[in-house]
């Protein structure tokens, strides 16, 4: 389970496992937020209305689920992610501190990660240079980030994000896989 502030990078770390860890399984969430550009559904995010949103909260389908940023409903799908634990697959969540709250209620065996920026100054700088919300967005998102990083402690471990690849191979490490060469495979 990999948790942490706003724009610390989780979801560029979760790239990086989609694109050299084929072994480990990335749970797809859903989302009442509208897609950005690149985005695909059912591969970044299931994307839902407002009323398929209540519906699968309502019927127990989530396993963890948060208003994120004050805005936009998040969730996990249960039954995808009971299956790939079932079936002894290394399975990794990438969630909001709310919902790895939830999964350790629910799940008391997961084990948390936290992705953290070198500095809360860094992470100030990803969070603008991002550039793909508005200032009023960006001042929620940042108020978010500083209740978050305060969350530090909750977690197992924890991981600077100040190399992507880097902080991959970390989280795969805890994981119990041993790591590809990451530095080789690019030169
Ligand atoms: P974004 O809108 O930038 O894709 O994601 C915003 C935040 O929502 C990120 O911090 C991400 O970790 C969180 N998030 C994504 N999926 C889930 C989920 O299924 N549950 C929860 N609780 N948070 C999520």
Redesign the pocket.
Known sequence: M??????VG??TVAADIRRRYEQIWL?V???T?PA?PG?ENGV??FFVDEAEFDELAATGQ?L???V??GR?R???PRAAVEQVLAEGRPAL????????R?VRQNMPDAFFVFLKPPSLDELVRRLVGRG?EDSEERARRLR?AEVEMAAESEFDVSIVNEDVRQATDELVSWMGLTPTNPVDSHR
């Open positions: 990999l948790a942490g502030p706003t724009a989780k979801g749970s969430s859903v989302t937020r950005r985005e970044h995010y989530l963890e689920w948060a994120v940023h936009h998040y969730g996990t969540l990438e969630i909001d501190l709310q919902g790895a939830q793909t978010t």
